[in-house]
Structure formats: structure tokens, C-alpha cells
């Protein structure tokens, strides 16, 4: 008897060591719970490694993995996994990229739960109309990308400047004011950076910035799902003129000085339009520098765009029950906070109190506190949108390279209608185009 019960011991042992070799699983299904994550921003690391330890405490069962890439490669890898369905289950992307994938049925609707969510007022109906299409909510808001001018307040001072500029005018008379040259009188460093070349359809996106103060846009809506180029105009006209005289007419930005963050980083140039994330790496990068932001300068309007970075289930997850819940215990106002504070990145939830943020980083205040008549817009919900602008920023880099334009206004005009002719080209191509 006494064997006996030995043997019984040693086999409840083996069965219990056994047990702690077995991984978690999914009790309802047998499975273990297993969720990756596609992401478009390495700075983002810290933060999914935040959230997916804090998650694994409350959630031992799932596992979660990350994988970040440069954001073009990443856009590339969403637009050949989707329609072959071997997308991890969440990704992180824009709207406008999503869009075509909505449209195809690639990607469902937000279950009940989520579209709850997103309507119950933790975000401004701005975002929520943004993410609906034809009715249904698609993805989950994250964090956005608002536009700012980033300006050296030590440059400023130097040169009798006390604020930035505030008009197009402004933008001119102070950028001649910062400016510097060497003996030979080649630019050493520009009074402002615009963006002038790089791959995708950033060129334009940058552009679109001074295109809507003037009046104009890359795209108009006409009716329902009907478009035409909304930039050969005087609004293209002078924003393209505007790039011109800077560049070389002025002579106060060149090609040949290092721009956007790295250049403000390294005091290559005085001031330049970024987003937030602009804030963190200057802080790890160039802590010495003295910047400041302010809103973006109004012409015959103002405003900054606002684009949204969501979360998406895709089909391709085995657990999108779990995948969901997981995106919306990231959208906790504690995760909210740690995105802002510890990546740079604006979050979209608009019921989380930012304001010790913002005592303790008031470049971020800017972001968010919009001047009265101040207005937001976003993309346009359309699957050939990245076309359009891809196309229209190859003829942007070309067109900034372009000396003649100064001062020839007929010319300017022949370029401006010659790309808004392709931009309706391409609307044609797609069905959406407001005419024949």
C-alpha cells in the first residue's frame, strides 16, 4: 500500500511539472492567444514595450509582439499583406492609407463594442467622422500628427525677433532677417527649411500646408464622392510662388543645407514646420537648444491638418476578440499620457488631461491650443489619394529646383496646371472625378 502511494505521488508530480511545461491557453478555445503588431514608427518601441508588459500582467494567456519599420517600408508591407491576408492582427496606420482596403471589403467594420467606443466622447466628433465610412466606424484613433513652427528662440532674439512669424509676410520678412551667408555669399545658414525633395508624397503633404492658408487645397470635394484638384488656382499659384522666392529669389533656403529635424537640430536653419514628435527628439538630441512652437502662419485662412494614426484589426488575426481588447486597453488615459511624455507623439483621446504635460513640455501646448478661427482638415477619404500626391511631389522636387519660376508668374501658372491636369487624371482613373 505504501509502494503504492508512492507511485501515485510521483506521478502527481510528474503531472504538475508537466503542467507548468504546458503554455498558457485560451479556455474557451484550447489555444494559446497569440497577437503581433505592425507598426510605421521605431520611436514607438518604448511604448508597446510598455503596454504589452502591463498587459501580460492582467492577460497572462496572450502573447504579444511588435515589429516596427521605417514608415514607406512599412506602408509597402500593408499593401502587399492585406489582400493576401498574412497581415499581422493589428496594425497601426493612417486613415487615408486604410482607405482602398476599406473600400475593397479587406478590412471589417469596428465591432459593437469598439464603435461604442469611439462614440462615447473620448474623442472630438472630428476624429470619429474621420474614421466612418458610409456609415460604419473603421480602426480605433491613436495618436495624430498636427503641424507646428518649430522656431529657435536664441536665433530669434539675436535677429530682434520676438515671436514667430504669424503671416505669409512675416514668414518672408523674417526668414531674410535670419538668414546667413559666408564671405562668398552662399547661404551658411537658411532663414527657414522647407520641405524640397524626399521619396512618397511627403513633398506635397508639406506643401498642402501653405496651399490651404491660400485658400486652395490638393483636392475638392464637389458632391458625393466626387473630386477635382483644388489647387490650380491662385491658392497653388502663390504657394508655389511662395517656395520660389524663398528658395531663389531671397536665397533663404538652399538644397545644400541640411534640413528638417536634423538640420534644426544642428542649427543649420532657424525654423521649419514638423510635428510633436519634433519635441522629443530635439530633447534627446539637441537638449542646449532653445525652441519654441507656435501655430502655423494664416494667409487668407488658417489652420493645420490633423492626421490620424489608428489601430486596425485586420482579418488575417485568429483572435480578433483578443486583438481588440488589447487595442483598447492601450487607449487607457495612462497610456495616453506615456505616449505623449515618453515617445513625442499627440494622442487622440480628448477627455485625458494633458495639462502636467504640458507645465512640464510647453512646446506641446501649441499643438492643441488652437487660436480662435483656427481650423483642422484631414485627408480626404479617397483610395487614390497616396497617387496623387506621390505624382504630384515628383513634380514639386522639380519644379523647387527651378530658378526661371522667379518672378514669371505665366510659368508658375503652366506648372501648376499641367500637375493639377494629371491630379484629375488620376480622379478620372478612379471613377471619382466631378466631370467628364
Given at each position: 500500500?505504501?509502494k503504492m502511494?508512492?507511485?501515485?505521488?510521483?506521478?502527481?508530480?510528474?503531472?504538475?511539472?508537466l503542467?507548468c511545461?504546458i503554455?498558457?491557453?485560451?479556455?474557451?478555445?484550447?489555444?494559446?492567444i497569440?497577437?503581433?503588431?505592425w507598426?510605421?514608427?521605431p520611436?514607438?518601441?518604448p511604448?508597446?514595450?510598455?503596454?504589452?508588459?502591463?498587459?501580460?500582467?492582467e492577460?497572462?494567456?496572450?502573447?504579444?509582439?511588435?515589429?516596427?519599420?521605417?514608415?514607406r517600408?512599412?506602408?509597402?508591407?500593408?499593401?502587399?499583406a492585406?489582400?493576401a491576408?498574412?497581415?499581422a492582427?493589428?496594425?497601426?496606420?493612417?486613415?487615408?492609407?486604410?482607405?482602398?482596403?476599406?473600400?475593397a471589403g479587406l478590412?471589417?467594420?469596428?465591432?459593437?463594442?469598439v464603435?461604442?467606443?469611439?462614440?462615447?466622447?473620448v474623442?472630438?466628433?472630428?476624429?470619429?467622422?474621420?474614421?466612418?465610412?458610409?456609415?460604419?466606424?473603421?480602426?480605433?484613433?491613436f495618436?495624430?500628427?498636427?503641424?507646428?513652427?518649430?522656431?529657435?528662440?536664441?536665433?530669434?532674439?539675436?535677429?530682434?525677433?520676438?515671436?514667430?512669424?504669424t503671416?505669409?509676410?512675416e514668414v518672408?520678412?523674417?526668414?531674410?532677417?535670419?538668414?546667413k551667408?559666408?564671405?562668398?555669399?552662399?547661404?551658411s545658414?537658411?532663414?527657414?527649411?522647407?520641405?524640397?525633395?524626399?521619396g512618397?508624397?511627403?513633398?506635397?503633404?508639406?506643401?498642402?500646408f501653405?496651399?490651404?492658408?491660400?485658400g486652395?487645397?490638393?483636392?475638392e470635394?464637389?458632391?458625393?464622392?466626387?473630386?477635382?484638384?483644388?489647387y490650380?488656382?491662385?491658392?497653388?499659384?502663390?504657394?508655389?510662388?511662395?517656395?520660389?522666392?524663398?528658395?531663389?529669389k531671397?536665397k533663404?533656403?538652399?538644397?545644400?543645407?541640411?534640413?528638417?529635424?536634423?538640420?534644426?537640430?544642428?542649427?543649420?536653419?532657424?525654423?521649419f514646420t514638423?510635428?510633436s514628435w519634433?519635441v522629443?527628439?530635439?530633447?534627446?538630441?539637441?537638449?542646449?537648444?532653445?525652441?519654441?512652437?507656435?501655430?502655423?502662419?494664416?494667409?487668407?485662412?488658417?489652420?493645420?491638418?490633423?492626421?490620424?494614426?489608428?489601430?486596425?484589426?485586420?482579418?488575417?488575426?485568429?483572435?480578433?476578440?483578443?486583438?481588440?481588447?488589447?487595442?483598447?486597453?492601450?487607449?487607457?488615459?495612462?497610456?495616453?499620457?506615456?505616449?505623449?511624455?515618453?515617445?513625442?507623439?499627440?494622442?487622440c483621446?480628448t477627455?485625458?488631461d494633458?495639462?502636467?504635460?504640458?507645465?512640464?513640455?510647453?512646446?506641446?501646448?501649441?499643438?492643441m491650443?488652437l487660436?480662435?478661427?483656427?481650423?483642422?482638415?484631414?485627408?480626404?477619404?479617397?483610395?487614390?489619394?497616396?497617387e496623387?500626391?506621390?505624382?504630384?511631389?515628383?513634380?514639386?522636387?522639380?519644379?523647387?529646383?527651378?530658378?526661371?519660376?522667379?518672378?514669371?508668374?505665366?510659368?508658375?501658372?503652366?506648372?501648376?496646371?499641367d500637375a493639377?491636369?494629371?491630379?484629375?487624371?488620376?480622379?478620372r482613373a478612379?471613377?471619382?472625378?466631378?466631370?467628364?
Amino acid at each position: 500500500m505504501l509502494k503504492m502511494r508512492k507511485v501515485g505521488f510521483l506521478w502527481l508530480l510528474c503531472l504538475m511539472a508537466l503542467a507548468c511545461l504546458i503554455p498558457p491557453v485560451n479556455a474557451a478555445s484550447g489555444k494559446a492567444i497569440r497577437l503581433a503588431i505592425w507598426s510605421g514608427y521605431p520611436e514607438m518601441a518604448p511604448f508597446y514595450q510598455k503596454v504589452i508588459e502591463d498587459y501580460k500582467k492582467e492577460n497572462p494567456e496572450v502573447e504579444v509582439t511588435f515589429l516596427t519599420n521605417p514608415l514607406r517600408e512599412h506602408e509597402q508591407k500593408i499593401s502587399a499583406a492585406i489582400p493576401a491576408n498574412t497581415a499581422a492582427d493589428i496594425i497601426e496606420t493612417s486613415t487615408y492609407v486604410m482607405q482602398k482596403f476599406i473600400d475593397a471589403g479587406l478590412i471589417d467594420p469596428n465591432p459593437p463594442k469598439v464603435d461604442k467606443f469611439l462614440k462615447s466622447g473620448v474623442y472630438d466628433p472630428f476624429y470619429v467622422t474621420l474614421n466612418t465610412s458610409e456609415g460604419k466606424t473603421y480602426g480605433v484613433p491613436f495618436f495624430q500628427g498636427r503641424q507646428v513652427m518649430f522656431w529657435n528662440t536664441q536665433m530669434f532674439k539675436e535677429a530682434g525677433l520676438s515671436h514667430a512669424p504669424t503671416t505669409w509676410e512675416e514668414v518672408i520678412d523674417f526668414s531674410r532677417k535670419l538668414a546667413k551667408y559666408d564671405a562668398q555669399g552662399n547661404l551658411s545658414r537658411a532663414g527657414i527649411s522647407l520641405r524640397k525633395s524626399g521619396g512618397g508624397s511627403g513633398v506635397t503633404e508639406k506643401w498642402w500646408f501653405w496651399v490651404y492658408p491660400a485658400g486652395g487645397s490638393i483636392v475638392e470635394q464637389v458632391s458625393k464622392d466626387k473630386w477635382r484638384n483644388g489647387y490650380d488656382n491662385d491658392a497653388g499659384r502663390s504657394a508655389l510662388k511662395l517656395y520660389i522666392d524663398l528658395i531663389h529669389k531671397y536665397k533663404v533656403d538652399s538644397h545644400k543645407i541640411k534640413a528638417d529635424a536634423e538640420g534644426f537640430a544642428l542649427q543649420t536653419h532657424a525654423m521649419f514646420t514638423r510635428e510633436s514628435w519634433v519635441v522629443g527628439y530635439m530633447k534627446q538630441n539637441a537638449p542646449s537648444v532653445q525652441f519654441d512652437t507656435a501655430p502655423l502662419p494664416k494667409n487668407k485662412r488658417a489652420g493645420t491638418i490633423c492626421t490620424l494614426m489608428n489601430f486596425y484589426v485586420t482579418k488575417s488575426s485568429k483572435n480578433p476578440e483578443a486583438a481588440w481588447d488589447f487595442v483598447l486597453f492601450m487607449m487607457r488615459p495612462e497610456y495616453q499620457k506615456y505616449l505623449l511624455s515618453k515617445v513625442g507623439w499627440f494622442p487622440c483621446r480628448t477627455d485625458v488631461d494633458y495639462e502636467e504635460i504640458y507645465k512640464q513640455v510647453p512646446q506641446y501646448r501649441a499643438f492643441m491650443a488652437l487660436p480662435a478661427g483656427y481650423q483642422l482638415y484631414a485627408y480626404p477619404s479617397l483610395a487614390c489619394y497616396d497617387e496623387i500626391q506621390t505624382k504630384l511631389s515628383e513634380r514639386l522636387i522639380q519644379a523647387f529646383l527651378d530658378a526661371s519660376l522667379v518672378d514669371n508668374p505665366g510659368k508658375i501658372a503652366r506648372v501648376i496646371s499641367d500637375a493639377a491636369r494629371e491630379t484629375d487624371d488620376i480622379l478620372r482613373a478612379n471613377g471619382v472625378y466631378a466631370g467628364k
